[in-house]
């Protein structure tokens, strides 16, 4: 009897032992964690130089902002000749599918996402969804290991943080910031908060005087000053006029009390259509549909200000409650003016008459899969890129590609200036009209921080500079030399920050990148305001 109750224990104490054994660690040679559009080149810029590569992205599918809303290049506010390596086959492989002998800017979400699946699977990039970095294993510098949400480890020699957050980069103890500069800090005439805007006339308070959600005084800031506040945020849907569209939904969570200043505008002005409230794009789309953003003017948008202050070092569960917040914002400003009776019949007709995209996010209720996250943190690396790097002084002795972009920034909060008027500030809508070069130290961390990680998205350099960087074609390009440069790095054995330049410069070239602004003569940004 005695034995069978030993032999049961020891059977219990073997199934336990088994249930609690240590998930196993898969190994590969570059792990990029994030399949933006950034991630996604980076993957399989490294995997053709036949390096072993694990994609790992958070959600269900890879694309980021371009399979969700984003369908432009940003070529009408770039030079498109800055455009080259993979990123430039990207959208050439779009064009192609278009029915165009060249590259085509302009694309739809799903479109996007099918030609980055491609990519990634003629790469033989490995790509596991619906799994975040939960925490990082060091070893002095080097990053041995990270574990998952969803109980992996992954093993590699070198990593890349492409994501929009930054997360792989701050569980490994890498530097980084996020909101603005003081204007002095830098020496950016464009840093800090700013003021440019003419005040819109729509009380700030509610009817008891109690300050709206959403809006600070004036009286807390001054011109020039730091700000941990970011760009505000907002989903980026894909509405159609079709048939087949679907009619915008009731939030579970509706409160039309949240669109008061929408209400007071619409009664003061009942002649206000909806393009005076949301931006609509239909670049070169099929007819009826259309791309939305956030209308920077307007008295209210599907911008969610300060929806999400809280954000860029939020943990993952606040992060889902800031998106959902959002995700009800959004659906509830267009449920309100195609239904609330205070919306004048025009309005409501006109709205009515637009719904969401039926082809678009078909698993996810036509609603796109990201939130626009403008910026959130960005890395304090080995080089610093500034307002500088972008308006004078464009070359740089480690040039890996090109940027081109305009230096934008949305507003970042609403500031009540009286008891009748508010203004939206932290705009910056500036021109350049000649492309600059981006320095390759502003994707690696510092030497004494971390020597196996590449930053292409949350790189190093202020809000200013971000303001440039932060489009999916600059990241892409940082992208593609991130994966090549980690490769590069697999094979000579060396950390990232010790690659010899003129090496990683030939294997470049090699691959068609551009990284020279004496490359050519510059047919110079276009002149076009969004």
Request: net charge neutral; aromatic share 10%.
């Amino acid at each position: 009897m005695k034995s069978i109750f030993f032999f049961c224990l020891l059977l219990v104490c073997c199934c336990s032992f088994r249930l609690k054994k240590p998930a196993q660690t898969e190994t590969y040679d570059v792990v990029v964690y994030g399949g933006t559009p950034g991630g996604i080149i980076s993957a399989v810029a490294a995997a053709r130089e036949g390096v072993r590569v694990l994609l790992i992205e958070p959600t269900k599918h890879v694309g980021g902002l371009n399979t969700s809303g984003i369908g432009t290049a940003e070529s009408e506010h770039m030079i498109e000749e800055t455009y080259s390596g993979l990123p430039l086959e990207f959208y050439e492989r779009l064009g192609k599918h278009y029915g165009k002998s060249g590259p085509t800017f302009y694309f739809e979400s799903h479109v996007a996402e099918k030609t980055f699946t491609d990519l990634l699977k003629e790469a033989n990039v490995t790509v596991v969804y619906e799994a975040f970095v939960n925490s990082v294993q060091k070893k002095g510098t080097v990053i041995q290991s990270v574990n998952l949400t969803n109980g992996k480890n992954v093993a590699g020699k070198v990593f890349i943080d492409a994501t929009y957050e930054g997360d792989l980069m701050a569980r490994a103890g890498v530097s980084h910031t996020h909101g603005r500069e003081s204007r002095g800090q830098y020496g950016e005439s464009l840093g800090g908060v700013r003021f440019i805007d003419t005040p819109i006339e729509a009380a700030p308070y509610d009817d008891s005087g109690r300050l709206l959600p959403g809006f600070v005084e004036r009286n807390t800031l001054t011109e020039g000053q730091a700000s941990d506040r970011v760009m505000n945020y907002n989903f980026r849907l894909m509405m159609s006029t079709k048939s087949d569209r679907r009619p915008f939904p009731k939030p579970a969570s509706y409160k039309p009390e949240r669109y008061l200043l929408l209400t007071r505008l619409l009664k003061n002005h009942p002649e206000t259509t909806l393009k005076d409230i949301i931006d609509l794009y239909s670049w070169t789309y099929p007819k009826g549909k259309f791309e939305t953003n956030n209308k920077q003017k307007a008295v209210i948008s599907l911008g969610h200000f300060g929806g999400n202050v809280d954000y860029p070092e939020a943990n993952y569960a606040r992060r889902d409650a800031i998106y959902q917040d959002h995700k009800a914002w959004t659906l509830g400003l267009m449920y309100y003016l195609a239904n609330d009776p205070s919306v004048p019949e025009t309005l409501r007709t006109e709205t009515a008459g637009y719904g969401l995209s039926a082809d678009e996010f078909t698993d996810n209720e036509n609603f796109p899969y990201y939130l626009y996250v403008r910026e959130a943190r960005r890395m304090i690396g080995a080089y610093v890129q500034t307002q500088k790097d972008i308006l004078q002084e464009r070359t740089k002795p480690d040039a890996i590609c090109l940027g081109s972009h305009w230096i934008d920034s949305h507003h970042v909060q609403r500031v009540a200036v009286s008891k009748t008027q508010f203004v939206n500030e932290g705009r910056i809508w500036e021109p350049i009209t000649q492309p600059y070069e981006l320095s390759y130290r502003i994707i690696t961390p510092k030497a004494t921080e971390c020597t196996n990680l590449l930053v292409p998205v949350c790189a190093s350099s202020s809000h200013v500079g971000f303001c440039s960087l932060r489009v999916e074609s600059t990241w892409m390009q940082l992208g593609n030399s991130a994966g090549i440069a980690a490769a590069m790095a697999i094979k000579q054995k060396k950390a990232v920050q010790d690659l010899a330049y003129n090496s990683l410069k030939t294997a470049l070239e090699k691959k068609g990148v551009i990284l020279s602004i004496n490359h050519q003569t510059w047919n110079g940004n276009k002149d076009v305001t969004k």
